[in-house]
């Protein structure tokens, strides 16, 4: 694979992983379906599975931000071990991971959702309480705040599973 191939693919999968944030919402199914598609992945159970992950854990901000749990369970569905006690190839998933993980603290200094909407929006909103997410979306968190968080997961996830298979 050439290096503009690898290129096209990461621009499609941040395009993807923004556009299905802005329409849809739910970060980690965002990540996760522009990477299924650009790597022709399949896993419907696992994108349904991963809902429950999105707003760093049922909304509750304080958990990992979705986006990275999203592009985590792509790595996941890739490398991770199909059942007990199999290890199959976990520690190439586990290293996979952190590297993932450790671009997002790069980038962002943290990989609570509270602290990345902090560092991009200046605060952390409840998204349980109808006017802080209505002040959330006239933030632009929903129309390109998270959307790009979305794209750079997507895109760096695909870095990642790309430089595997090279």
Known sequence: MTG??????????????????REYGSCPQCVFAAVSEVLGMDGCE??????????GLARS???TCGALSGGVAAISRRYGREEFPNLGERERCMTLAKKLHD??????GSILCKDIQTKILGRSYN??????????????GHTDKCPDVVGKA??????ILLGELE
């Open 4 to 21: 503009k191939d690898c290129e096209g693919r990461m621009e499609r999968a941040y395009k993807l992983g923004f556009r299905f944030e």
């Open 61 to 63: 901000g304080n958990g």
């Open 46 to 55: 696992t994108f349904k599975a991963i809902d429950g992950l999105a707003g």
């Open 103 to 108: 671009k997002f603290m790069a980038e962002y």
């Open 127 to 140: 998204f349980w309480d109808p006017k802080d997410r209505e002040e959330f979306d006239r933030a632009g």
């Open 154 to 159: 997507a895109k760096w996830t695909v870095e």
